[in-house]
């Protein structure tokens, strides 16, 4: 019997890697925007080059989430828990902000907030959460889709999705599709097929790393180079108008293409130290809860206006860059702290148990699917090809109770199988049968 293989091996330890990169990068973006870090660098400066740079670099962050949903979700259990449990994450969260809120801004502390708190999908500000509720319901639809692809189509795929929804939209300054920037149902929905994808056609797997990340690098210059011509200027060209942040957008070709690489290079990347799979351990299943909690609007408004990132600002462009990427890994690491008391909290209140029993309770309710015998049959030439798959098959196990060398069987399981191939549409290649009668052994 083949050694089963413990879950913990199969972990894509790289990955998990990604979520807590790609929450730092999200941290480093706010900063630099939110933390006006960048509107306070005199524009042409070395520090607002740099800073745009680094605004380009870390653009993708939402995209690498996409596509890390698509990628991971491809081969995973679909259950309507988990998604009630990032729901009750979310009320929590924003509970948590009412209560900071309460006590810095108590004016802005309204009962429709109140409300909203509870129903994060009705309002504009968790757009995020809204687009991945409803791509979330239509996963299971989007998995029997991906897993039915051949490799060849899953990258022919990939190419359609980049060139008719970024490239061909960008180049023509026309958001054809109302994917509204990326900030959408419909974008993210794209990006778990793309994901799914990716992982189904192997796209970018091989590919030696230095060439990936020179890849990356070109990408993030692209993108920068019109905001630091432009800024939010628009230009024109051959009669269309096109703005300078035209390229630093979620659906902008880029940007999508520097997630796609972010992912197949910390997919590839193997971690086996123990140390490291610990802190990825602890560190990763957070990153969800960070992101969550410093966009409530009042620990925003509590972090953002601290005089911290005025000074940062001023200091020269090697400098500033590192400390924004140091305050973000320490703003990971608080915010961190306090995802871990939340699943403390949750799991003293099993919470997570609560909404299993819940789905399994409501199952119930809805009788399983049941197909009963001879459904698939449809016609008498289906009816023929069954009966002679059974009379080929009964044939080759009269004859290997007799003692019938293997090979002699040959016939008779070719004939079965060439039946079933006629009700499942599926042929059976001459090397496939060859590998089954190398590997049988009687006696076994």
């Known amino acids: 019997m083949e050694k089963q293989i413990p879950p913990e091996r199969q972990r894509n330890w790289g990955i998990d890697a990604l979520r807590m990169v790609a929450t730092i990068m999200v941290l480093v973006l706010h900063i630099l925007n939110l933390g006006k870090v960048l509107q306070f660098c005199p524009q042409g400066s070395m520090r607002y080059i740099g800073g745009t740079v680094a605004m380009a670099a870390t653009y993708c962050t939402v995209n690498c989430y996409g596509l890390i949903s698509g990628y991971v979700g491809l081969n995973s259990r679909y259950r309507y828990s988990k998604l009630a449990l990032l729901w009750v994450q979310v009320v929590f969260y924003n509970l948590l902000g009412l209560v900071v809120g309460l006590f810095m801004w108590p004016e802005k502390v309204t009962l429709r907030r109140l409300l909203t708190s509870f129903l994060p999908v009705m309002s504009d500000y968790y757009w995020y959460f809204t687009a991945y509720f409803a791509t979330f319901l239509l996963v299971p639809i989007f998995n029997k889709g991906l897993q039915s692809l051949t490799r060849r189509q899953a990258r022919v795929l990939s190419v359609i999705i980049v060139f008719i929804f970024t490239v061909f939209p960008t180049v023509l300054a026309k958001d ?214 059974k009379d080929s098959i009964a044939r080759a196990k009269d004859a290997l109770l007799a003692g019938v060398t293997p090979d002699a069987l040959l016939t008779d399981v070719e004939e079965a199988l060439s039946a079933l191939g006629e009700l499942t549409g599926q042929s059976v290649r001459e090397d496939i049968t060859a590998r089954i009668f190398q590997r049988f052994c009687v006696g076994k």
């Open 176 to 389: 054809t599709f109302s994917l509204q920037r990326g900030y959408t149902m419909l974008w993210l929905s794209l990006l778990y097929i793309l994901g799914g994808c990716m992982r189904r056609g192997e796209i970018f797997t091989g590919r030696p790393k230095w060439l990936l990340l020179l890849g990356y690098g070109l990408c993030v210059a692209v993108a920068a180079i019109p905001r630091l011509i432009w800024d939010t200027d628009s230009f024109h060209v051959l009669g269309l108008d096109y703005s300078g942040r035209i390229l630093t957008e979620y659906v902008s070709p880029p940007i999508l293409l520097c997630a796609m690489i972010l992912l197949a290079v910390f997919a590839g990347i193997k971690i086996k130290n123990p140390k490291v799979q610990k802190v990825i351990r602890v560190l990763a299943p957070a990153s969800f809860g960070i992101y969550i909690f410093h966009m409530q609007f009042d620990v925003l408004n509590l972090i953002f206006r601290l005089p911290l990132f005025r000074w940062i600002s001023w200091q020269p462009a090697p400098l500033m860059l590192l400390l924004v990427l140091l305050t973000a890994v320490v703003l990971y690491l608080i915010f961190a702290v306090v995802e871990k008391l939340r699943q403390q909290l949750f799991a003293a209140l099993k919470i997570q148990k609560g909404l299993d029993k819940l789905e399994e309770a409501v199952a119930t309710l809805f009788p399983k699917d049941h197909q009963p015998y001879g459904q698939i049959l449809t016609n008498q030439r289906q009816e023929e090809a069954a009966r002679r798959a």
